[in-house]
């Protein structure tokens, strides 16, 4: 089975590290043209020039804080300039924010929920009309598992990502007359920049292996995944061959979440 995504455009959320960066450099190997978003210029800059080594699709920049609708506007304006239309859309950009609910403002609320969710509404709403006319379109919202299993101390993102679910939910519904299709990938452990700064605070005793392998111990599959592991099951979903898989959430969680 080859999975390919020739002529096809995609815009990556948070494409500059960890995940994001895995799905940029799956999918412009696999021949797609990748507009990649974060908000940081210089490691967008060497992520843009690793994906882009040996790559069959091109890969571009846009320095986007997702969580600000007129930045969202500016770069889908530049991705379509550069590109000329949008296939594929990956709201993946996001930080890990869980704290006891009465500690949460109504700051913490509105940022959590701009990123999270209000940057999936505003980009899909943006891609949609070419999708439509095209009749071909890929969304896929990365979230966690906290989506479907909430925990106790896991606001304000198990919230902002179980509305994350329900909007790729209505979108899939509306999408499939067009051939837009629409999935959720619900993330429990996987080896991003994230852990290494992680590791970074907090683990300054222990080496980075062993401190992923004690994050893997109560996975059932007895580890952390992989970015390229995601990155894989991204491109399929995006690919001609994930034609009739829409409007489900996916656990890329080792076996993690106790709900199907
Ligand atoms: N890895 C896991 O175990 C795990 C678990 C649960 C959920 N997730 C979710 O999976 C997604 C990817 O996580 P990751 O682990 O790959 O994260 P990561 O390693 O921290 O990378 C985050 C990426 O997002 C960008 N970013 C952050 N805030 C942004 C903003 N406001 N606008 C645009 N870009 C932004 C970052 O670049 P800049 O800082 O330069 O903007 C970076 O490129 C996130 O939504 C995360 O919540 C991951």
Redesign the pocket.
Known sequence: MEVRLDGRTAII?????????AMAKEFAASGAHVAM????RD??DE?VAAVSQGASGQAAGFV????RADEIRTAFDAVIQRFGKVDILIN?????RAMPSEQITDDIWQEDLE??LF?AIRLSRLVWPGMKERKWGRIIN????GAKAPRANGAP?AVSRAAGMALMKVLSNEGAPHGILVNGML?????????V?RHRREGANVSYDDFKAKMGAGVPLGR??R?EEFAAMACLLCSDLGGFTTGTAINMDGGATPVV
């Not at 959320?13 to 960066?21: E, N, R, V, W």
């Not at 993946?92 to 890990?96: L, P, R, V």
């Not at 990365?142 to 598992?145: A, F, K, M, Q, R």
């Not at 993330?187 to 852990?195: A, N, R, Y």
């Open positions: 959320t948070g494409a500059s590290k960890g995940l994001g960066f978003l974060a908000r940081t490691t967008l992520a986007c804080d997702v969580a993946n950009a996001g930080i890990s990123l999270k940057a990365v979230l966690n598992s993102t993330v429990g452990l996987i080896d991003s920049d994230q852990h700064r952390i995944g970015p």
